[in-house]
C-alpha cells in the first residue's frame, strides 16, 4: 500500500493539468489573435471595396457628365447647323451657298461702310470738313473707290454705291469752292 501513496505520481498530474491549462490558455490566445487579423483584414478589405466603390462612382458620374457635354454639343452643333442654313437662305445669294463666312465678312464690311458714310455726312452737316474728309479718306483707303462705287466683282450693293458718289460728288464740289477762293 505504501507504494500506491507515492508522492511521485501526484506531481505529474499538477504538472499536466497545468500544461493542459497553459495549452488551453494558449489555444485560445490563438483563436483570438486570428480573429484580431480576421477582423482587420476584413476591415481594410471594406475600406478598399469602399474606396473602389467611390472611385467607380466617381468615375460613372464623370461618364455621365461628359455625355451630357457630348449631348449638349451635339445640340449646338444642330442649331448652328441650323442657323448657318438659315443664314445662307436669308442671305440668298451664290455667294453665301458656297461661302458662309464670306458673305458674312461682307455684311460686316457693309455695315462698317454705311458707319463711316453716317460719319463723313454728320460731319459735313456740322460744317467739320477737315474731319469729313479725314473720315473720307479713311474709307477710300479702306475699301478703295472702285469697290465702293461697285466697279469691283466684290463691290458693295447699290445703296452704298449711290451714297458713297453723293459723298464724293460734295468732295469735288468744296474742292472746286477751294480752287475759286
Known sequence: MDEQKKPGPKPEKK???TTLTFYIVGLFSVAIAL???SYVAQTRADRQLDTLTD???EQQTVAQGA??????LQKQYDAISASIDEVRTVLDCELAETDVVAAVEQRMEER???????RINAQLLANNDAEAKQAYDELVQAYGEDRLLGNTEDGFDADINKLFEAVQQNFSSQQMIDITE
Open 112 to 118: 462698317e461702310v454705311y458707319a463711316l458714310l453716317a
Open 67 to 72: 455625355t451630357q457635354k457630348m449631348e449638349d
Open 35 to 37: 480573429i484580431l487579423i
Open 15 to 17: 504538472l499536466s493539468r
Open 55 to 57: 472611385q467607380l462612382n
